[in-house]
Nanobody
């Protein structure tokens, strides 16, 4: 059973940066696509970024392109999300997830393992 634990969330002013980390344990990490999703209060969970195991296929939500960077270190079974130029609308709980597939997919049902989430709050 794969367990994912996120860290790195917090409160930051608009224009600032945060780096989220996701540590995986208990199962296969290096083959499957990893992703970040987020959920703001009163809204549905939405896709943020995904990265395949070789790191040569990446997708970002349009709202974060050019500001966020996803990465992974398979030797350490970790994934990260570097978030720059943060905006108040980026405020949400951010979740790390492992896909059922090696393909880079953006819909939540294609992910079968999830972390507990980490809160990111961006003040204006």
């Amino acid at each position: 059973q794969v367990q994912l634990v996120e860290s790195g969330g917090g409160l930051v002013q608009a224009g600032g940066s945060l780096r989220l980390s996701c540590a995986a344990s208990g199962g296969t990490f290096g083959v499957y696509t990893m992703a970040w999703f987020r959920q703001a209060p009163g809204k549905e969970r939405e896709f943020v970024a995904a990265l395949n195991w070789r790191g040569d296929s990446i997708r970002y939500a349009d709202s974060v392109k050019g500001r966020f960077t996803i990465s992974r270190d398979d030797a350490k079974s970790t994934a990260s999300l570097q978030m720059n130029s943060l905006r108040p609308e980026d405020t949400a709980v951010y979740y790390c997830a492992r896909a059922r597939t090696v393909l880079v997919v953006t819909n939540a049902p294609q992910y079968n393992f999830w972390g507990q989430g980490t809160q990111v709050t961006v003040s204006s």
